[in-house]
């Protein structure tokens, strides 16, 4: 492995600072920690990513491995946490400018509750705060009650690409059944930019267009089939949309969940207040 060049540095700080100005970039849905789930097998090739996420404009990534469904007591909280650690240690010693917080990608479980209690499945940034739900792709699963009793004990989901579970796509006003509960709904970055296909592009733009709190994130496994798309996404989205939606989107409600944070469900205020 070999550290990140002068010139990989500089152009990615400089292409960073066009985009967000002084604001910190987050990715809250990143599948970057070697030899846990359908992410990176290796540390070479996590370290491959990292590298592209820092040059795609992000300067901390919450790391989601998949917890339930297939991969049911594959690892627990603790174990997420020392991989989080141990890849920050490689990225201080290879010079790469991007820090690593541990969170999780949780299937939809009846168990969640308990199962954060007992720290076996994590929140987006350990903070208790949010949890990045995953609906089953082709079922349509109704989570109002889960997020109804996440929500009593003070956790708030985030609902991971909406615009990739088929029945949501097809009827996106689905979401709105759970409006009372304000899920947040995370985009992928990929899905925005046509990735995916005509079909789910322009689901993702719909449900960028709700009145419920959106993010976009990465959802990036590797450099090769779903890398990182942040910095096209962005472009897409403030050439649109406009630099404020473009920043409630990539800086504003990412950092917040980073902090555990209230997000922000309209156009909001702008940018400068997220950094204060």
Not at 226 to 236: G, V
Not at 243 to 268: E, H
Request: glycine share 6%; with cysteine; net charge neutral.
């Amino acid at each position: 492995m070999t550290r990140l060049s002068n010139k990989e540095f500089i152009g990615a700080q400089h292409a960073r600072l066009r985009r967000f100005g002084a604001s910190q970039s987050v990715d809250v849905h990143c599948h970057c920690l070697p030899g846990l789930d359908d992410g990176p097998a290796t540390t070479s090739e996590a370290i491959a990513l990292c590298k592209a996420l820092v040059a795609d404009g992000i300067a901390t990534v919450i790391a989601t491995p998949h917890q339930l469904g297939r991969f049911d007591s594959c690892y627990d909280g603790p174990e997420i946490r020392q991989v989080v650690a141990d890849l920050n240690q490689v990225l201080k010693e290879q010079g790469i400018p991007l820090t690593v917080v541990p969170g999780a990608e949780v299937r939809v479980d009846e168990r969640i509750p308990q199962l954060l209690q007992s720290d076996h499945i994590l929140t987006l940034a350990d903070t208790g705060r949010y949890i990045l739900l995953e609906l089953p792709r082709e079922t349509f699963v109704d989570p109002g009650p889960l997020l109804a009793e996440l929500s009593s004990v003070g956790t708030r989901a985030v609902i991971s690409h909406p615009e990739r579970n088929a029945f949501l796509a097809r009827d996106p006003d689905l979401v709105l059944k759970w409006a009372e509960q304000n899920p947040c709904l995370q985009i992928t970055a990929a899905s925005l930019v046509g990735d995916f296909g005509l079909s789910t592009q322009r689901s993702a733009w719909h449900f960028l267009n709700m009145s419920l709190p959106t993010l976009v994130a990465t959802d990036a496994h590797s450099t090769g089939s779903k890398p990182p798309r942040m910095a096209k996404a962005f472009d897409l989205i403030a050439a649109h949309r406009g630099k404020k939606t473009a920043y409630r989107a990539f800086i504003d409600n990412p950092s917040r969940i980073l902090r555990g944070q209230q997000v922000l469900s309209a156009a909001g205020p702008a940018a400068e207040e997220a950094r204060r």
